[in-house]
Each structure stands twice: as C-alpha cells, then as structure tokens.
C-alpha cells in the first residue's frame, strides 16, 4: 500500500485493517464530541464555529470507524466496540455532570475546557501509539502520512483561531502541543519513508540472494 494514498482508501481496496490501529479514531471521535459540548452556549458562549466543526468532525469519524468496524477481525471489532462504549458512557456522564452539577458557563467552561484539552492531546498523539513499530521495523506503513499532516494543519489553525478570536487558553493550549506532535510524526515519516524494502514482523528486512546462477533440472530451480 502506497504510504501517501488515502489509509481507508487501502483498507477498502485490500478489504483489510492489517495492523492499522483504530486509536487515532478513537481518540479523534472523543475529542470531537467533547468539543461539540464546549462550543455550546450553556457551557462556552460565542463559540459557533467550534461546535460547528467539531459536529461535522464526529460525523466523520463515525464513518471511519464503520469502516474499520467492517474489516476488522472478530478480535479487532470486540475490541473497537468495547472501546467505544465506554467512551459513549464517560461522555454521558461528563454531560449529566456539566448540566446538573456545574452552573454558570465559566465553571462549565473550565471543567469541560480541561477535559477538552486532555483528549485532544491524546488525539494528537494517538498516531505515535506505532511510533515503537515505525523505528522497529524501519517502515512507516501502518503509519498513515495524511493523518500526521492533517493533525499538524489542524493544530496550526485552530492555534490560531485561539488568538484572533477572543483569547481562548483552552484550545491554545492543547493545538499547540499538537503542532509539535505533528512535526515529530512528519520528522519520524521522512526518517524513514525512503526505505523501500518489506520489512517482516521482527523488524529484520528479507534479504533475497542478488548473485546466484538457477540451474534447472529435472523440472526444478537448484542454486549454485
């Protein structure tokens, strides 16, 4: 699979997961929903474009991880559901305290904007959960260049979202540690991108015999 092709783009043409991890998604889906609920005008008024975009986001990754769902293994999709649910019933509950617990929009606007920033974080980083494979196995295919560029562009502009809009130190804060988390993924990408040969589960490349003469006999390829 091409590195810079589309990572679902792949798993649909190969039908297949491989080892790609559903963590970026995962973590991605959270942030976004909590997000959803920080932009509201009960928790963190004039704030349309962030509960806007984030909506659109959660959508999306919905569809990312029906993806995922369809071509993982039984294994893969216990696991991915698991996952999932307990993310749903930790927002639920965050939203039952936000509402019943906390009042007036600057307390929910701290307690909500904490938790905002801790899952975003994660979703910056979520991508480096391969990073040990990368450097192991001296390859970048299960990790999806698109999506580390992706995360460093959408660090940059919400980064400046914060400033020209009236100061937000929430959303400050955790896009521009996902600026730099996005500039380590793309600087351990170029590190290895260039390298060209498979590599196999145990980090070792396969090396095939470059000078050899195949001597057919009988019907049979011999070495010598």
């Known amino acids: 699979m091409n590195n810079c092709s589309p990572t679902f783009y792949g798993i649909i043409k190969k ?3 491989e080892e790609f991890k ?16 920080y932009g509201m005008p009960f928790v963190h008024p004039d704030s349309t474009l962030v509960y806007t975009i984030n909506g659109v986001g959660v959508v999306i990754e919905i569809i990312y991880l029906t993806i995922f769902y369809i071509y993982s293994t039984n294994k893969g999709r216990k696991k ?6 307990i993310e749903a019933i930790f927002f639920t509950a965050i ?3 936000t509402m019943l617990a906390l009042h007036g929009t600057t307390k929910r606007s701290l307690v909500v ?3 905002c920033d801790v899952f975003n974080v994660m979703m910056y980083f979520a991508p480096l959960t391969v990073m040990a494979k990368v450097i192991k196995t001296k390859s970048v ?3 999806p260049f698109w999506l580390s560029l992706a995360n460093l562009l959408n660090g940059l502009a919400w980064s400046a979202y914060a400033l020209l809009h009236p100061f ?3 959303i ?8 730099v988390s996005g500039i380590v993924q793309l600087i351990l990408y170029a590190c290895y991108c260039s390298n060209k040969g498979e590599n196999n589960e145990d980090g070792d490349v396969e090396m095939k015999p470059t000078s050899v003469h195949e001597i057919r006999f009988n019907g049979r390829t011999t070495i010598a």
């Not at 991915?80 to 649910?85: D, P, Q, S, T």
């Open 168 to 170: 937000d130190i929430y």
């Open 172 to 179: 400050l804060i955790c896009n521009s540690i996902g600026v």
């Open 15 to 17: 039908k297949a997961v």
């Open 22 to 37: 559903p963590d970026p998604y995962l973590a991605t889906i959270m942030n976004c929903a909590f997000w959803v609920l």
């Open 80 to 85: 991915l559901v698991l996952i999932f649910a």
């Open 95 to 97: 939203v039952l305290i």
């Open 141 to 143: 295919k299960y990790m």
């Open 113 to 115: 904007g904490v938790i």
